[in-house]
């Protein structure tokens, strides 16, 4: 076992629900091996302006439920540099640390990579991102309450919808990836889902609501992931008015409430988990790997990988929308 004696932990890029219990859990586990705890505030950005506290069991006390991170999480374009590196390094030295442990998601990892190729320096992350989109891990921290969320908000919209027979384009969040929109579109039973991997046929998205009108279907939700591949709800709605149908469309845009709120019971689980897997794996000398959870079993999975490595739609999911709507 590596001899660690003090490590610090630092959540970064956007909060997911669930990033405070896994703090609590790194920090008690490491505390259960004498090991001392430094919080890094804000980040990657934190850790150059040397931000940095003491954290005990007291310090994690009554936060499991709570979303959001009590660290704080900041972008940190100076970390980008090898300058800002250099200082990052330089703090973790002179302040005795021996290990990091960061939360967050790719650009979190990436940071993370370019410290232990740059310096040797023993980091390990934990995958913290509503997106799911990290390869590597069956579930990432805060996707499935970013679900839920998503789920609550279309069952309201869903109840206007079919009060006044409209057509709501919920847009949800996922500039690159279409998890959220594709799992929460079958939860909520979404007419149709728009997502950034497959190009939108706006002829056939077209014919498959006006199928649905002719059956007399007078109220649909269409869940869209937000960014220019998925076109956005604005752009998807627009695209169909060309047609010249008799929709009465509406648009809806969640935001950012899909990353607050108190994590679900399964993301404090996994977090947790994981969190004690991160100090394991730095006892055990692994200095450059996310901890993931893939089939209810911890895996290691190297920076290099997660990173190079984009995770995949499962199609089967593509298939399960089109059948629960025929």
Do not use: W
Request: proline share 2%.
């Amino acid at each position: 076992m590596a001899q660690i004696k003090r490590i610090a932990v630092l959540t970064s890029g956007g909060d997911s629900p669930g990033m405070n219990a896994a703090i609590r859990a790194v920090v008690r586990k490491a505390l259960s091996e004498n090991i001392e705890v430094v919080g890094i505030l804000r980040g990657y950005e934190g850790l150059i302006k040397k931000d940095f506290i003491p954290m005990n069991s007291k310090s994690v006390a009554n936060i499991i439920q709570m979303g959001g991170t009590i660290l704080k999480t900041a972008r940190s374009e100076a970390f980008k540099t090898v300058e800002g590196r250099r200082i990052a390094y330089n703090n973790l030295i002179e302040e005795n640390i021996d290990a990091l442990v960061v939360v967050g998601g790719d650009g979190t990892l990436k940071g993370a990579r370019a410290l232990v190729e740059e310096y040797n320096f023993s980091v390990v992350g934990i995958p913290g991102t509503i997106d799911n989109d990290l390869y590597g891990t069956d579930m990432t921290i805060g996707f499935d309450t970013a679900l839920n969320t998503v789920m609550e908000a279309v069952d309201k919209i869903r109840d206007t919808a079919m009060s006044h027979d409209r057509m709501f384009f919920v847009e949800v969040m996922g500039r690159d990836a279409g998890f959220i929109a594709l799992r929460s579109g079958i939860a909520c039973g979404a007419e149709a889902v728009v997502i950034p991997e497959v190009e939108t046929n706006m002829n056939e998205l077209h014919e498959k609501l006006l199928g649905y009108m002719n059956k007399k279907k007078t109220s649909s939700i269409i869940l869209v992931a937000e960014g220019d591949d998925a076109g956005g709800a604005f752009r998807i709605k627009d695209a169909l008015l060309k047609y010249g149908d008799d929709f009465d469309m509406k648009v809806t845009v969640l935001g950012h409430i899909q990353r607050g709120g108190s994590p679900s019971a399964y993301d404090r689980y996994l977090a947790s988990r994981l969190g004690i897997a991160a100090v394991e794996a730095l006892l055990d000398d692994q200095r450059s790997i996310m901890v993931g959870m893939i089939h209810k079993d911890i895996v290691h999975v190297p920076f290099n990988k997660t990173i190079k490595h984009h995770k995949t739609i499962d199609e089967t999911l593509l298939r399960i929308v089109d059948i629960l709507n025929t």
